[in-house]
């Protein structure tokens, strides 16, 4: 996948995910691409590593593992974001 793939993928996974886990977390879009971006990412990683796949395009597949992850990212940053003095 080419870098406009990535932002456009971590665009519409980002704001899936804010969707089905409202509250708090980074607001605007940047941070929504980059939460998707990342999540995509991860999801790719533990797919592969699972020996699920990987992110190949814009399948369900990959879809699927990208949101897992962007998941999983979100997740952490509300849990380090809540431990912060």
Not at 19 to 28: A, K
Not at 55 to 66: C, E, K, M, Q
Request: aromatic share 10%.
């Amino acid at each position: 996948m080419g870098i406009l793939s990535w932002i456009l993928m971590g665009l519409i996974i980002g704001v899936v995910v804010k969707v089905f886990l409202p509250g708090t977390g980074p607001g605007g879009i940047v941070s929504t691409i980059i939460l998707g971006i990342v999540g995509a990412l991860v999801g790719g990683f533990i797919g592969q590593a699972a020996g699920l796949g990987t992110i190949t395009g814009f399948n369900l597949g990959s879809f699927l593992l990208a949101f897992v992850g962007a998941v999983i990212v979100l997740f952490l940053y509300r849990l380090i974001r809540k431990n912060r003095p």
